[in-house]
């Protein structure tokens, strides 16, 4: 797949370098938004068409296209939007105290500039959202990190929609990260190790040798990137990205990052990477399988179904067969190199040791998570 020049969107992107880069640019932005409103507005909604604008590059584009899709994508009827009030709800949720300390130290996630009895007004309402959402599911859990998932619907939806959203969002995608205790959240850092060993092999040989485990990836996974992406752009686009696609995206999308590479390369690897090896091949070589049924990736047929439209899994497979077909680079596909068994197996003699303490290291990390958070999320 052609590697892209262009880091990031807006008047600083180097497409904008140019009167011609600039139409050809303008070009395509009016198409797209032209054929998203066309799937809004087919009876009964295009939700397919739909999963693929926001897969493609550039995503949904505005944060008002993204008032529109975003509900669509979850399958949440605006037009009943849930109440907010929290009326009461401060006094009696065990989670209050620490919902408002995390909400106090989420400063940087909004905009610069901001006025402060704005940006106080919104913290306001994120508590709200959050203590309401709880509330109302109390098989769900707190945990650090989900005030960052809130905050970024509540700028970009407003408080009523945002709930909703959140809401449903909730009990499917981030169901995982909910649970009274982390199993099945490290079930899915699980599978981080393997999706690495498929796109760079060497790369995971020197972690595992090194023994760094997967733990460094625990809040990119359970705040969506939102507690570690600056740019609120990036942060919009990825989340356009993740709820398109499957629950386990993310985990792809990390997998990822080691390369340097733009940002939307790095999207669209992602999504190659699914395609390629997607959970039901890699379930074997995660850790901790047994745990596999009552993952997020479990209620993802019944999420779809519930969707009434194509799945996201087949968007990104017939966006795969395309790239294949009008690229015909087969060489660029992200599939490990093949290598001599004999040579493979001398290797895993060599470091069957450091194996097992790398093993060891992880269990150990992660039995200590939940303090290491209190590391994670300053």
């Known amino acids: 797949m052609a590697s892209q020049s262009v880091q990031g969107e807006g008047p600083t992107s180097s497409r904008w370098d140019g009167g011609e880069e600039k139409a050809d640019f303008n070009a395509k932005r009016k198409k797209k938004v ?10 009964p909604t295009d939700v397919a068409a739909l999963r693929r604008m926001a897969i493609s590059e550039g995503g949904l584009l505005t944060d008002e296209i993204r008032q529109k899709v975003w509900p669509k994508l979850l399958n949440v009827n605006t037009n009943d939007p849930s109440p907010v009030s929290g009326e009461n709800l401060r006094q009696m949720s065990k989670d209050y105290q620490q919902v408002l300390l995390d909400v106090r130290r989420s400063l940087r996630r909004f905009p610069p500039g901001m006025p402060e009895e704005q940006r106080e007004g919104l913290q306001e309402e994120l508590i709200d959202i959050i203590l309401l959402i709880l509330e109302r599911n109390p098989q769900l859990h707190y945990y650090q990190g989900y005030h960052d998932i809130v905050v970024t619907f509540l700028l970009v939806v407003g408080e009523r929609l945002a709930t909703s ?4 969002l909730s009990t499917h995608h981030l169901r995982d990260f909910m649970d009274p205790t982390m199993d099945n959240t490290k079930h899915i850092l699980n599978y981080l190790m393997p999706i690495i060993d498929q796109v760079n092999p060497e790369l995971h040989d020197f ?9 460094f990836a625990l ?10 992406l600056s ?6 686009r990825l989340y356009d990205f993740f709820l398109a696609c499957h629950p386990l995206m993310p985990i792809y999308f990390a997998a990822v990052i080691p390369q340097d590479l733009p940002y939307e390369t790095l999207i669209s690897r992602a999504g190659d990477l699914f395609v390629q090896f997607p959970p039901s091949e890699l379930a074997r070589e995660a850790a901790a399988q047994q745990q596999a049924e009552k993952t997020a990736a479990s209620t993802f047929k019944d999420f779809e179904l519930a969707s009434a439209q194509q799945r996201p899994d087949m968007v990104l497979r017939q966006r ?8 015909e680079r087969t060489k660029d596909v ?3 190199p093949r290598t001599n068994r004999f040579v493979k197996l001398a290797v895993m003699g060599l470091t069957v040791a450091l194996g097992a303490a790398a093993l060891a290291m992880v269990k150990s ?3 200590w998570a939940p303090k290491f958070q209190l590391q994670l999320f300053p």
Not at 219 to 228: A, E, N, P, Q, Y
Request: glycine share 6%; hydrophobic share 45%.
């Open 34 to 43: 032209a054929e998203i409103d066309q799937a809004l507005n087919s009876d």
């Open 219 to 228: 809040s990119w996974l359970i705040t969506w990137f939102g507690h570690v």
């Open 165 to 168: 959203l959140v809401e449903k």
């Open 320 to 327: 795969f067969r395309g790239l294949l077909r009008s690229e």
């Open 334 to 336: 992200l599939t490990k």
């Open 231 to 236: 740019d609120f752009r990036h942060v919009v």
């Open 365 to 367: 990390a992660l039995e």
């Open 207 to 215: 972690m595992q040798r090194a023994e760094v485990g997967t733990i």
